[in-house]
């Protein structure tokens, strides 16, 4: 599901993990994920992790999270142009 609302940043969501982008949120443009109780936050460039020790997605999982940021990356972008300006 693509598209932005205000009350729900959901961006993105497949294989169990929810791509977000926080409103309020800083430069440089990424995407935080969730699934379940673990979480991780993408930077949309490269992507890459931006904060391992914090990133809790088990190993499958953030391998997955970093396929589809990479897959998606320009409506990802698009998005936070949207949101971000």
């Given at each position: 599901?693509?598209?932005?609302?205000?009350?729900?940043?959901?961006?993105?969501?497949?294989?169990?993990?929810?791509?977000?982008?926080?409103?309020?949120?800083?430069?440089?443009?990424?995407?935080?994920?969730?699934?379940?109780?673990e979480?991780?936050?993408?930077?949309?460039?490269?992507?890459?992790?931006?904060?391992?020790?914090?990133?809790?997605?088990?190993?499958?999982?953030?391998?997955?999270?970093?396929?589809?940021?990479?897959?998606?990356?320009?409506?990802?972008?698009?998005?936070?142009?949207?949101?971000?300006?």
């Amino acid at each position: 599901r693509l598209g932005y609302n205000s009350t729900m940043p959901e961006i993105f969501r497949a294989f169990g993990l929810v791509l977000v982008i926080f409103p309020d949120d800083h430069a440089p443009p990424h995407t935080h994920v969730f699934c379940g109780g673990e979480k991780c936050k993408i930077f949309l460039e490269g992507p890459r992790v931006a904060d391992k020790p914090r990133c809790t997605l088990p190993p499958s999982r953030l391998r997955k999270a970093l396929l589809l940021v990479a897959e998606n990356r320009a409506i990802l972008l698009q998005e936070w142009e949207k949101i971000h300006g």
